[in-house]
């Protein structure tokens, strides 16, 4: 009940794609580049209703980060004929400063450098679900207390029922070798 509630939240609250959003913001600074890219724009459009065909995407692939990127880059300095002038055309951004790095750390070779995007959007993506699995435990804990409170759940009431009330206590013991074994067969 409190996992199906919670990832309810999440979804209300569009968690995961603003969560997202944030990350690649602060890997690209200004994105509006790479939400112009047909890797993007295929994410964000799916079926359905009009709002829901263009929504920003929960989740993005690190190889489709890379495409995005590259897409962005040429988008913004189309005349470009190598690496380096792709990336010195490009403005002062997180984005520029790593494909700078990259740049210095594999050359011109445009495989490397989108495998050296896809380290750094895996990288970044871990820290991001860190971060989701912290909120997500608070979340699940606070709804675990809230289900606990409404159903009167008392984990005291329920150890001392069954302390003193043998009856019980054995009827349960009893159904636990069938409970183990999983749903009845009807």
Known sequence: ICSAGVELLSNVLRKRSK???AVLTSMLGDTSAFKS??????LSSG????AARHKQPAYLAARSFADGVVEAALLARGGAQTATELINGLPESPMKQRLEALHTEVGGDLTHIK????????????RMQGAYKRWSRWALLIAGFIVAAAM????VRIAD???????????LVGAAPQIAEGPCQD
Do not use: C, I
């Open 37 to 42: 890219t047909s890797v993007y724009r295929s």
């Open 19 to 21: 969560e997202l959003d």
């Open 47 to 50: 079926s359905g209703s009009a």
């Open 115 to 126: 495998a050296g995007l896809e380290g750094w959007f895996d990288d970044t993506m871990n």
């Open 152 to 155: 009167n759940v008392s984990a």
């Open 161 to 171: 029922t069954l302390w003193s009330d043998g009856p019980l206590r054995s009827a």
